[in-house]
């Protein structure tokens, strides 16, 4: 079962900018992040959000990218500007909640991915 979704990837040229958004099915979560994965590369960590708002960046990105959620509605968003060839890849939502009686334990959820691809 896919309790995250992402949308929003697409064709875009150098310069252009997308919305990524992220749906999830299941609530609670502590921090949602994005994660990008380019051919021959490492799934990398590209932005995280706290469940208050506080936000990181990969330095990659930083300044160009804009993490968001909305708990109300369960979706993560990530907002991409001035888009580079090298930001290509596939992108992944992430997040993490406690599931179980008592304290219970940590349980990761990862989307399928949605792909960006930055070409002329």
């Known amino acids: 079962q896919v309790h995250l979704v992402e949308s929003g990837g697409g064709l875009v040229q150098p310069g252009g900018s997308l919305r990524l958004s992220c749906a999830a099915s299941l609530q609670n979560f502590y921090a949602m992040n994005w994660h990008r994965r380019a051919p021959g590369n490492e799934r990398e960590l590209i932005a995280a959000i706290n469940s208050d708002g506080s936000t990181v960046y990969a330095e990659s990105v930083r300044g160009r990218f804009t993490i968001s959620r909305d708990n109300g509605k369960n979706l993560l968003y990530l907002q991409m500007n001035s888009l580079k060839a090298e930001d290509t890849a596939v992108y992944y939502c992430?997040?993490?909640?406690?599931?179980?009686?008592?304290?219970?334990?940590?349980?990761?959820?990862w989307g399928l991915g949605t792909q960006v691809t930055v070409s002329s």
């Open positions: 992430h997040g993490r909640r406690r599931e179980g009686k008592g304290w219970g334990t940590m349980v990761d959820y």
